[in-house]
């Protein structure tokens, strides 16, 4: 079957700009991770959602970084006023319950 | 809260030898633990786990340790190809309250030389 889908694959925003990233996990998976993996570093947890519920927005690393899942499938992370540190590449996850997970292919986001 | 600690951070080995990475963790209660293949520009893939209730687990040239007491488990890749050049990622879990969540190792660059 279809495996974790992002999009878009690449998106370069000037600074200050909005963005807004999409996940598409795997039909049937209630749990769902956004994660951001800076270039040569290992995944960092962002947000965590089981179903529509936002468990955990622990990783998230300002106000202006907000994600929602509000029907239980798709997620939206959204970075409002982007700045060039928020230049990484945001993986989405998706697992049956809590532990084997599997990753879209992520969105790389540029901030100029 | 957990500390995953990997090593080494790069890995060379000549093609046909093996490859050992191995990660440390800080939390005993922990008891799955992941490892992901990811090549440039790609996802990671998961390319072989273990629960705490086995020592070890192995899928052809793949496999992995644990030892729970010492709270480590490695990865071992033998007869090692080319294609197994790519940065590898353990994580450790631990599952018991439904907002905890993998955290991950920072990752080791293997380079197979020809």
């Known amino acids: 079957g279809a495996g974790v889908s992002q999009s878009p694959r690449y998106k370069v925003a000037k600074r200050g700009q909005d963005v807004a990233l999409r996940c598409d996990p795997i039909s049937g998976h209630v749990s769902l991770f956004w994660y951001q993996q800076a270039l040569g570093q290992g995944p960092e947890f962002l947000t965590y959602f089981q179903n529509e519920a936002q468990l955990d927005k622990s990783g998230l690393p300002s106000d202006r970084f907000f994600a929602e899942r509000p029907e239980g499938s798709v997620s939206t992370l959204k970075i409002q006023r982007t700045q060039q540190e928020d230049s990484a590449v945001y993986l989405c996850?998706?697992?049956?319950?809590?532990?084997?997970?599997?990753f879209g292919p992520g969105t790389r986001l540029t901030v100029l | 809260g957990e500390n995953v600690e990997q090593h080494p951070s790069t890995l060379s080995v000549q093609e046909g030898d093996s490859a050992v990475i191995k990660c440390t963790y800080s939390?005993?209660?922990?008891?799955?633990f992941p490892w992901y293949k990811q090549e440039l520009g790609k996802r990671p893939q998961l390319i072989i786990d273990i629960r705490s209730n086995v020592g070890e687990k192995k899928d052809q040239r793949i496999a992995v340790t644990l030892n729970k007491t010492a709270k480590h488990f490695s990865l071992h890749i033998t007869e090692t190809q080319p294609e197994d050049s790519a940065v590898y990622f353990c994580?450790?879990?631990?599952?018991?309250?439904?907002?905890?969540?993998?955290?991950f190792g920072k990752g080791t660059r293997l380079h197979i030389l020809p």
């Open positions: 996850a998706s697992s049956h319950y809590l532990d084997t997970q599997y």
């Open positions: 994580a450790v879990y631990k599952g018991k309250n439904r907002d905890d969540k993998i955290i």
């Open positions: 939390d005993s209660a922990s008891n799955y």
